[in-house]
């Protein structure tokens, strides 16, 4: 099992840590899930991201490369400009999402989910095969914070010359520095509140030294570290989709209503003619939202959904949504059943339990 | 973590509290913690149990867990104060915590129960 830099910082807050694509860690600090999801939703939260992947694509053809891996548009980018993609195989499957920064006009960086970096490398070096450019996985050398909530601006910019007022969302600064140390400031997160992510290379040392100096810089707004368990829950009440649970190598992006990063008109890339074909058809089924209308009832991944004796779908994520205060969930419904307000049932433990479809986000 | 003295605990994480032939029943201070944030509690039982029963479910943030009777018995009351304030379970699970409250049909049973040092032991403490 890996760890990630920042190992000694969770032990010392007495982190619960799970075994998480490969790297022990911290679901939740000892005040919970509940509180953490309201920290960042009403101050700031402090997230250890390290198990991230970071590949670089280098080179002449770099952004061609880039273009025929990701279903989104890549050439229209500016350098300092972030873009939301999916990525796919030839069938229209996700490979993942993930994040394309473009560095220059010859070098992109892609971050991807880390518990994909090893088949996501493999399908990139195979897809790189005759493009003029080189790849590079830089993922064990790069550790991420993701710094989010309505006070992350104030804190972050206690400690970097970085102009963050000028800074708009999906925008980030690559030769920055961060607490003294070489650092990419990037305006992104998962959370779909006012959030940086911080990128930088390094081991304990380096690691100590920025997550220190985050801490005493957000200590007057209360910052705190967060888990993974409220990365979930604040991700599903803005709808964002989690790889592994809403999106797999079984889904395409038009079902799971990814159209919008999906340029049908762009030149070919991995699953075009494909996707091409499913959306002229309209798909089988759709991803939607859901808020459960039972009493003391939470989805959870897997559960099967009805609209009466008919098996509509399932459910892919479920949680109480602390800032509701309310049950919700996504899953995947019968084309028929995806729109809002549809009343459908969730089975679990033998008994049925009512829930509405929802517009996304939920919040 | 506590493990009071006083109090009998299950294999599933459940401890009883016998007062006369009234066993009050709720989840440990461990099981509580790895569950993490309860949010529902759920019992759907009423009446006349047997051991080893599903009496409900709680709920919590990241999993939920079935609740099973640690006695047979005849179910006299349920903390209703949980459904407005189901994260006592975390803050007070010996105390405010407790779910159910089951008068013994068979008080042999109780001998089958752990002590806190066996309970302890069992979940590596």
């Known amino acids: ?363 | 973590m506590k493990f009071p003295e006083d109090l009998k605990y299950t294999d599933d994480h459940e401890w009883v509290r016998v007062e006369g032939n009234i066993a009050t029943i709720g989840v440990t201070d461990h099981a509580a913690s790895e569950l993490g944030d309860v949010v529902y509690i759920d019992i759907e039982m009423d009446g006349v149990v047997s051991k080893g029963d599903t009496l409900g479910t709680i709920e919590a943030v990241k999993t939920v867990a079935d609740l099973y009777s640690p006695i047979s018995g005849t179910i006299t009351e349920v903390n209703t104060g949980l459904n407005d304030n189901p994260e006592v379970v975390n803050n007070d699970a010996y105390g405010e915590g407790w779910i159910v409250k089951i008068e013994l049909s068979d008080s042999s049973e109780l001998d089958e129960l752990m002590d806190a040092d066996s309970y302890k032991a069992s979940i590596g403490h």
Not at chain 1, 320 to 327: A, G, H, I, R, V
């Open chain 1, 1 to 363: 099992m890996k760890k990630t830099g920042f190992y000694n910082q969770h032990k010392e807050l007495n982190a619960k840590m799970v075994s998480f694509a490969g790297f022990e860690m911290p679901i939740q600090y000892p005040k919970g899930i509940i509180h953490e999801h309201k920290l960042v939703r009403s101050s700031v939260g402090m997230f250890d991201v390290s198990h991230m992947g970071e590949f670089f694509v280098q080179g002449p053809e770099a952004l061609d490369l880039v273009q025929k891996l990701i279903t989104n548009d890549a050439s229209k980018l500016e350098i300092g400009q972030v873009l939301y993609t999916a990525m796919c195989y030839e069938d229209g499957g996700i490979v993942d999402d993930l994040l394309t920064y473009k560095i220059a006009d010859d070098h992109y960086m892609l971050v991807v989910n880390g518990s994909n970096i090893d088949k996501d490398y493999e399908w990139v070096e195979k897809n790189a095969v005759g493009f003029d450019c080189e790849i590079r996985n830089e993922s064990d050398e790069y550790l991420l914070l993701a710094v989010q909530g309505p006070k992350s601006k104030e804190t972050i910019k206690k400690l970097t010359d970085c102009n963050l007022d000028d800074m708009e969302f999906y925008r980030f600064a690559y030769d920055q520095t961060l607490a003294g140390v070489p650092a990419i400031v990037s305006r992104t997160g998962y959370t779909g509140e006012l959030g940086y992510e911080l990128y930088f290379k390094g081991g304990e040392a380096e690691a100590k030294k920025v997550w220190d100096a985050l801490m005493e810089a957000g200590a007057e707004f209360g910052i705190e570290a967060v888990g993974l368990g409220c990365r979930d829950t604040l991700r599903l009440e803005k709808g964002y989709v989690l790889y592994g649970n809403d999106i797999t190598q079984d889904t395409n992006p038009i079902e799971a209503g990814l159209g919008w990063i999906t340029k049908l008109a762009k030149d070919d890339f991995n699953g075009k003619s494909v996707l091409e074909k499913v959306k002229a058809d309209n798909p089988d089924r759709r991803l939607v939202g859901f808020e459960v209308t039972a009493d003391r009832f939470i989805a959870r991944q897997g559960y099967k959904l009805f609209k009466g004796e008919e098996e509509i779908g399932f459910v892919t994520s479920g949680n109480l949504s602390p800032s509701l205060d309310k049950p919700i969930g996504m899953g995947y419904v019968k084309w028929d059943y995806k729109d809002p307000e549809t009343e459908i049932e969730i089975e679990a433990r033998g008994k049925r339990f009512p829930a509405t479809v929802k517009k996304m986000p939920l919040i």
